[in-house]
């Protein structure tokens, strides 16, 4: 299973790839395993603000329903409308076009306390 290591991880396994002032958000490929058969994904619309740990979503298999939560604070200012109509494509590919939403990060610097790839590898082993 793969963990890109340019990305941050959070414990309730959201994953985010920070460039400058921007954060893109998605789930991690453990947490889809996890899930299983996918069949539903519903994102808030763009122009929304959370707090860092803020549910901002849900996420649906055929054996649970799941909330997202915000791993940093945020504006959200696009949201993959592609998962919408396909959410089972998000089984395939959970890092590149998997995105969930992107953000405008409220202190940038906060991305950076999360989880590295190998610390997110270890805390999935316990």
């Not at 849900?58 to 109509?85: C, F, H, Q, R, W």
């Not at 590149?96 to 953000?103: A, E, P, S, Y």
Request: proline letters at 4%; charged letters at 25%.
């Amino acid at each position: 299973m793969e963990f890109p290591k340019n990305f941050k991880y959070t414990k309730d396994h959201e994953w985010i790839e920070a460039q400058g002032s921007t954060g893109t958000i998605g789930v991690t490929a453990y947490a889809v395993e996890q899930l299983g058969d996918i069949v539903h994904i519903d994102l808030p619309d763009a122009g929304k603000t959370y707090k860092a740990g803020d549910s901002f979503g849900t996420i649906e298999s055929t054996k649970t329903v799941s909330d997202l939560y915000m791993p940093v604070a945020g504006k959200i200012t696009a949201v993959n409308a592609s998962l919408k109509g396909a959410p089972e494509s998000l089984q395939g590919d959970t890092y590149k076009n998997g995105w969930l939403v992107k953000i405008e990060m409220t202190n940038p610097a906060d991305a950076a306390k999360l989880l590295d790839a190998s610390a997110y590898e270890a805390f999935i082993k316990e």
